[in-house]
């Protein structure tokens, strides 16, 4: 057989494995869908990559549900990713009926992002000080009150060798929290926090 002959279904699977190929080497972040109004009513923004500034999608900057068909998002109060900081994931099957379910303050938010994924296994060190030092913890998996599991509160600087995590100042991942993909975080400052205070950390859900 000629080797450039038509082999029927070849050229669609062809296809198909180099749009898995692509997504394995430059990411895929999925897909989330803002509302105006709790509920999923209202005004709707579908975003398939990050959005700087939500405005330039005539978009109101009030969003008080969200639907998470597949990936991981961070929302931000302020237009470039500053500001307090949101995660959605698929935790709960990434359904966020109203602002409470992501713990916010208020339903301002100008700016969203995708979370980058890492699939090497799950493993994360956490530092009493900065600069690494002091009493170390390391984890492979969800901790819902540091100070019962390992009296520990303080965590100064964390280095994440595996998966995607998220942070939260309170146990039962509660209150304001902080996304930690992966890399090394000198200071609680590197991660947007303006203080030491973990209770409790857990895995981002992708899918």
Known sequence: MNIFT??????????????VLQRAFYGSSGRVTLFEQRNFAGRRLDLTSDCQKLSEKNFPDRCNSVQVESGAWVAYEHENFRGRQYLWDMFDKGEYNCTDRWCAQGDH?????????????????????????????????????LMSRYSLSRVSSI?????????????NYRGAHYTLE???????????????????IRRIRFS
């Open 109 to 145: 938010i100008s700016s969203v992002r995708a979370v980058k994924q890492d699939n090497n296994p799950p493993r994360a060190q956490l530092f009493e000080r900065a600069g690494f030092s002091g009493k170390k913890t390391e984890l492979q998996d969800d901790i819902p009150n």
């Open 159 to 171: 280095r994440v060798m595996g998966g995607t995590w998220v942070a939260y100042q309170e146990p």
């Open 182 to 200: 992966k890399k090394d975080y000198n200071n609680f400052s590197d991660w947007g926090a303006q203080n030491s205070t973990i209770g409790s």
């Open 6 to 19: 038509k082999v029927p279904g070849l050229a669609k699977q062809t296809s198909k494995l180099g749009s």
